[in-house]
C-alpha cells in the first residue's frame, strides 16, 4: 500500500556529512501529513530523530541531533531529506524513514508505535 525507499548512507569519520533521501509511493492518494526519520543502533531501541509536517514544513529534532542534522522535504516529489553534519561515532545506527498518513500529534510524531509503515532502512556507520 504504501513503499519508502531510503538511500544515501554510508561510511564517514568523525565530524563527516551525509545525506539520506526517503521517497514515497502509494496506491491511494491519502494526504501525508508529516515524516520522520528514526535509527536503531545495535542493542538499542529504535530512536526518533527528526520528522517534518507537510503542510506547514515544521520541523522537530531529537535533542541529540539538533543544530547538526537538518530535515527538508520536496512535497512534489513525496521525498524527505535528512542533511547529517558534524557526525559522530554515537550517531552510527540504522535509519529508518517513515511516514505519518494519520495526522498524528506533535508528542506521538516522536514514537514510532504511531506509524504503520517504514522504509527498509539505510546503514550510517560514524568511525573515531
Known amino acids: 500500500q504504501v513503499q519508502l525507499v531510503e538511500s544515501g548512507g554510508g561510511s564517514v569519520q568523525d565530524g563527516g556529512s551525509l545525506r539520506l533521501s526517503c521517497a514515497a509511493s502509494?496506491?491511494?492518494?491519502?494526504?501525508?501529513?508529516?515524516m520522520s526519520w528514526f535509527r536503531q543502533a545495535p542493542g538499542k531501541e529504535r530512536e526518533f530523530v527528526s520528522a517534518?509536517?507537510?503542510?506547514?514544513?515544521?520541523?522537530y529534532y531529537s535533542e541529540s541531533v539538533e543544530g547538526r542534522f537538518t530535515i527538508a522535504r520536496d512535497s512534489a516529489k513525496n521525498t524527505v531529506y535528512l542533511q547529517l553534519d558534524g557526525l559522530k561515532p554515537e550517531d552510527t545506527a540504522v535509519y529508518y524513514c517513515?511516514?505519518?498518513?494519520?495526522?498524528?500529534?506533535?508528542?506521538?510524531?516522536?514514537?514510532?508505535?504511531?506509524?504503520?509503515?517504514w522504509g527498509q532502512g539505510t546503514q550510517v556507520t560514524v568511525s573515531a
Open positions: 502509494r496506491r491511494r492518494a491519502s494526504p501525508i501529513y508529516a
Open positions: 517534518i509536517t507537510w503542510r506547514g514544513g515544521i520541523e
Open positions: 517513515t511516514i505519518d498518513l494519520r495526522g498524528l500529534s506533535r508528542e506521538a510524531l516522536r514514537g514510532p508505535s504511531g506509524y504503520n509503515f
